[in-house]
């Protein structure tokens, strides 16, 4: 059951664009379905916008159809008409509180809504969102293919989402450059008779050749007035953020001066009094090792968790990533967390349907009540045995109580400490 259903756009364009491929037959406008504007699923909508297959059987005819796609591409961003904000807006409903059968799919045995599937939900919108930014009347199929490239945040404005209340999203094209889109979205849910904020996110795409093996442009975006210019602003400078951020990783430069500090503290906690050894290292008290807090997972990747490129939708790796690093924290933390934040999930390479993905949960960053996890998720070849890094997820969990302090007992847990400390500052402390 998919029932993500398209509300309406700002746009009476954008409208009619999403419209095409669902018009009934005989060519009538799209059903009113309890008075909203149009009615069906988002997912299906971007199938018929890409041209893929339903069936697993056809992918290959359907993948060679869009090779042909190529020469419809722009040769540079200029010859491509500009699009305003208002172009890729999309307002999203999901009935959760109307339709009892759809609840049980978004439903946790705590009686509260799976934040996997709202992931995976705020993944197929923000693809529509692009599609919708760099739609052209002039052709039946989008020659691009867009795919996530970064979740670059989520921020909780409320922990608990109810299963039997409505759900609405928002969302639209918040900064472009030339071959990537940042869109933004908010969802909320509908409660004593008003909607109230649930979260916000920030997604880029990247828009890619038919095949998704380069990139390819977009539409350039103009702000419209200074509302507009503003959030455009917001982009440069997450854009400018997100390049100093990766400059400053410390995969590839040492940690700063304070960093080593605490580093250097931390070991010093953790050496036996009793001995005079670099090496006796005891547990402080109240704290666990970090070798102590992994959780580890399997996926075999099915062609029935594909996306519409024949890849793995990334919605359900964040799905599965977000599920085992919640585990991991509450088994940390002896108690279900909420989640505060997620941010900087980077996919780093498409999942090939049949690959065994595996994925790793490591609480790498205590504070208080808060939990930071890291997720990696990597392909194992088992022919060439042979491993490849896809994606690198963060979540912050909050419980209700003190957890234990983590600590690192080597360089690298040290490394990997320090880095959840730079997400958690980013995105509790900010
Ligand atoms: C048929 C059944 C269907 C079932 C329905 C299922 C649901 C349907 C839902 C469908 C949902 C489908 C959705 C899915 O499921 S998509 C599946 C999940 N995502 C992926 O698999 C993507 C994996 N990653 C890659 O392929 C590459 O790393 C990409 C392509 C992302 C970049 O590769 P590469 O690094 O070689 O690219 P480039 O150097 O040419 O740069 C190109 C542009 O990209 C910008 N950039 C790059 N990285 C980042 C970054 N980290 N932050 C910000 N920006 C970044 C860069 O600045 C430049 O922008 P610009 O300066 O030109 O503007």
């Known amino acids: 059951v998919c029932r993500f259903l398209l509300l309406r756009s700002a746009a009476s364009l954008t409208t009619r664009s999403l419209c095409t491929g669902g018009l009934p037959k005989d060519g009538r406008a799209p059903d009113m379905v309890d008075g909203n504007l149009v009615c069906f699923s988002v997912r299906n909508r971007l199938r018929e916008i890409v041209g893929a297959s339903t069936n697993w059987s056809d992918h290959k005819q359907a993948m060679a159809e869009r090779v042909s796609l190529s020469s419809m591409l722009a040769k540079s961003q200029q010859e491509l008409p500009v699009k305003t904000m208002k172009d890729s807006y999309l307002e999203v409903h999901l009935p959760l509180g109307s339709e009892p059968q759809l609840r049980e799919k978004y439903l946790t045995f705590h009686n509260t809504v799976r934040f996997g599937r709202i992931l995976e939900d705020l993944d197929s919108l923000a693809v529509l969102i692009s599609y919708s930014h760099t739609y052209n009347p002039e052709l039946k199929r989008s020659p691009l293919s867009i795919v996530t490239a970064l979740v670059d945040k989520i921020d909780m404005r409320q922990h608990n989402i109810y299963p039997n209340c409505d759900i609405k999203f ?11 889109i940042e869109a933004k979205m908010h969802m909320s849910q509908f409660q004593n008779g008003a909607y109230s904020s649930v979260l916000d996110a920030t997604f880029v795409m990247v828009a890619r050749d038919p095949e998704n093996k380069r990139a390819a442009f977009v539409n350039p975006l103009k702000p419209d007035g200074p509302e507009e210019e503003k959030i455009f602003q917001e982009g440069e400078a997450n854009k400018s953020r997100r390049v100093e951020l990766s400059t400053a990783s ?10 080593r500090e605490i580093v250097h503290s ?21 704290s666990e090792w970090m070798e102590d807090a992994k959780m580890k997972g399997l996926e075999i990747c099915h062609p029935q968790e594909r996306n519409i490129f024949n890849r793995i939708f990334g919605g359900f790796l964040m799905r599965k990533a977000y599920e085992l690093g919640w585990a991991n924290a509450c088994s940390f933390g002896g108690r279900r967390p909420n989640l505060v934040a997620v941010d900087d999930i980077l996919f780093q390479r498409p999942v ?7 994925l790793s949960s490591q609480v790498c960053y205590t504070e208080g009540n808060y939990i930071q996890v890291r997720v990696h998720s990597e392909v194992f070849n088992p022919l060439t045995r042979q491993h490849n890094t896809t994606n690198v997820f963060h979540f912050t969990f909050s419980s209700d109580h003190e957890v234990p302090n983590i600590v ?5 847990e040290s490394m990997l400490y320090l880095d959840g400390k730079r997400h958690f500052n980013q995105t509790v402390q900010q």
């Not at 928002?170 to 990537?180: M, N, Y």
């Open 352 to 358: 090939d349907i049949g690959s065994l993905l595996l």
């Open 170 to 180: 928002t969302g639209h094209v918040t900064w472009v450059g030339k071959t990537s």
């Open 408 to 412: 690192p007992q080597t360089y690298g």
């Open 250 to 259: 410390l995969l590839k430069v040492a940690p700063t001066n304070e960093e």
């Open 266 to 286: 931390l070991f010093l906690n953790t050496l036996d009094p009793k001995t005079v050894s670099f090496r006796s290292r005891v547990l402080p008290p109240n």
